[in-house]
């Protein structure tokens, strides 16, 4: 196993590449555009352990598991802009990852495209020609609101 041995980072560790997506058993694709995003969420995913097990990857292609989540703080009192209309507060927490073999970008980009579930075969080709992770990312959200 060599460098991928069993050793748990915080995520505040890491330096990451943003955007990160991660690829969650029962949520599907989850994007981050920066690391407080990855580290606060709606409390009902910390309940479902939503994290838990998530492969995370940065446009660097490195690739991460996740394997525990742990409260940081408790809830603020007060609520932040994007909160507003949500009426449980977003607890911060630190996910634990272990660092994990990379993948080719050939394969990563199968599985996004499987899991952005697109209808229509040919809505997937700015997809398919992405050339890095960034590019995927951004045409995988514009298919999905469908903006086009």
Do not use: Y
């Not at 996740?66 to 507003?84: G, M, T």
């Not at 992770?133 to 995988?140: D, Q, S, V, W, Y």
């Amino acid at each position: 196993m060599g460098d991928f041995a069993m050793k748990l980072v915080k995520a505040s560790e890491v330096d990451f590449q943003f955007p990160v997506i991660g690829f969650s058993r029962e949520d599907g694709l989850i994007g981050f555009d920066d690391i407080q995003l990855m580290t606060r969420c709606h409390p009902e995913l910390i309940e479902r352990e939503a994290f838990i097990g998530m492969e995370l990857f940065d446009t660097s292609l490195r690739r991460w598991l996740v394997r525990s989540l742990d409260i940081a703080e408790p809830p603020a009192q007060k609520k932040r802009w994007w909160q507003i209309f949500d009426s449980a507060p977003w607890p911060e927490f630190e996910l634990l990852l272990e660092s994990a073999p990379p993948v080719g970008f050939d394969e990563l980009k199968q599985r996004f495209i499987r899991e952005n579930e697109i209808e229509e075969p040919d809505d997937d080709q700015a997809m398919r020609a992405a050339p890095d992770l960034a590019t995927l990312i951004k045409e995988g959200h514009i298919q999905c609101s469908g903006f086009l």
